[in-house]
T-cell receptor, first 112, second 115 residues
């Protein structure tokens, strides 16, 4: 059973701080990794994808991937109250569009 | 470039009726995924389709649920004889074929309420 685990949260950080969201996965052969943001009552929105070890930066967001440790994280710099949402980690086990698994999500609350 | 479209956005059905949920993928996308999300719970994969083919339906209940993605027109998720436990948000996502990674883009969802 392929699994994706995330910090249960809720994670609370003050405005302006760095929020760190973590995700681990069970299959060492996993190929692609994704972070989504979901506001309450809305659909998931893709933030970033990453498939090579190391860091990938996009604005205030940085995704970090360590395949040896089966670990992917999302850092949000200068957190804003508008970042308060549930963050979903998704893992694609292969490169054929199949075998996606979403983690349960971590609820982030950025306090003004 | 229009995003993923789903309709209806809200659907109310009485127990025993049929529910039909429609999804039009993003332009140029030929892969469609359906997910179900119960309140305060995570996304649960249901089915993955390409044009005229069901690739993976391992997450879809074997009874009452079916999905299709015809050559022309939207993908349809059909729930027959709905029960209260079917009340949930149903999301459709689409992705392009070829290349990596297979980034999925979600539609706004259909909120199904069974009374």
């Amino acid at each position: 059973q392929k699994e994706v685990e995330q910090n249960s949260g809720p994670l609370s950080v003050p405005e302006g701080a760095i929020a760190s969201l973590n995700c681990t996965y069970s299959d060492r052969g996993s190929q692609s990794f994704f972070w989504y943001r979901q506001y309450s009552g809305k659909s998931p929105e893709l933030i970033m994808s990453i498939y090579s070890n190391g860091d990938k930066e996009d604005g205030r967001f940085t995704a970090q991937l360590n395949k040896a440790s089966q670990y992917v994280s999302l850092l949000i710099r200068d957190s804003q109250p508008s970042d308060s949402a549930t963050y979903l980690c998704a893992v694609n086990w292969d490169n054929y569009g199949q075998n996606f698994v979403f983690g349960p999500g971590t609820r982030l609350s950025v306090l003004p | 470039n229009a995003g993923v479209m789903q309709n209806p956005r809200h659907l109310v059905r009485r127990r025993g009726q049929e529910a039909r949920l429609r999804c039009s993928p993003m332009k140029g996308h030929s892969h469609v995924y359906w997910y179900r999300q119960l309140p305060e719970e995570g996304l649960k994969f249901m089915v993955y389709l390409q044009k005229e083919n069901i690739i993976d339906e391992s997450g879809m209940p074997k009874e009452r649920f079916s999905a299709e993605f015809p050559k022309e027109g939207p993908s349809i998720l059909r729930i027959q004889q709905v029960v209260r436990g079917d009340s949930a948000a149903y999301f459709c996502a689409s992705s392009a074929s070829g290349g990596t990674p297979y980034e999925q883009y979600f539609g706004p969802g259909t909120r199904l309420t069974v009374t």
